[in-house]
């Protein structure tokens, strides 16, 4: 069983079909996001009179390269905020910390594959440590009171 694939980390438990077609598509995105590290842009393209987009491989590329970095960006400060408001509180929790630390200094020279591998290895981390100790509050709960506190 591998660590950086989620489907064959949770093979062995059942799994809500919701639950397994989101882990079949995280298995796919790893490919994905090779791909098109690898890809090259091309010129962009152009809409027509009736605002239709023309399709263009280069803006494709370039679309799905800000929605994963948005992605990675998004799951790195919700780790942060979880991290920092529980490592203390919660044995184990630390060594989560210098995973989401890789990750971030992956995503800052824009190896995405790599930053969304450490992520993925560090939510994998907490819920391992989650189910011995299930008071241990899952990551969106850091990122819900904060998107909370900075709404009000």
Known sequence: MSASNPSAATASQPQPPDIQRLLGLLGNLMPLLMRLQSQGFEQPSQTTQDNAVVPNPALDHQAAANLIADMIADSLRTLSAYLEANAALYAGLEGCVPVVTQAAHRFAVRDYA???????????????IRAADPRIPPPRSASSEQTLSSIH
């Open 114 to 128: 790599e930053a969304f591998n450490r992520i993925w290895l560090a939510y994998r981390v907490i819920e391992t």
